[in-house]
């Protein structure tokens, strides 16, 4: 089994930053892939970023030069760098395998992002 647990989400204005942290523990060595996830109040679920053991990247095409994706294989944590921004990425933020997998869904982390 595997646990994720995510943290770093906040109140933020318009064109400020955070950073999301995923720590990631059990059964570590069966996950190549991981993902950040979001969902927004009455929108379904959606990938933002994810990452390969060995460093490949995808991004939303909503969030490509604003957010970066990194991990730290030691720590066992994955991160989320967010920069400018913006009232739409407003949304709970998950972390999950790559592709995802439903029983490793946890509670999120809140991310506000208004004046």
């Known amino acids: 089994q595997v646990q994720l647990v995510e943290s770093g989400g906040g109140l933020v204005q318009p064109g400020g930053s955070l950073r999301l942290s995923c720590a990631v523990s059990?059964?570590?060595?069966?996950?190549?892939?991981l993902g950040w996830y979001r969902q927004a109040p009455g929108k379904e679920r959606e990938l933002v970023a994810a990452i390969s053991r060995d460093g490949w990247r995808n991004y939303a095409d909503s969030v490509k030069g604003r957010f970066t994706i990194s991990r730290d294989n030691a720590k066992n944590t994955v991160y989320l760098q967010m920069n400018s921004l913006k009232p739409g990425d407003t949304a709970v933020y998950y972390c999950?395998?790559?592709?995802?997998?439903?029983?490793?869904w946890g509670q999120g982390t809140q991310v506000t992002v208004s004046s």
């Open positions: 999950n395998t790559y592709p995802s997998i439903g029983d490793f």
């Open positions: 059990g059964n570590i060595f069966s996950i190549n892939s």
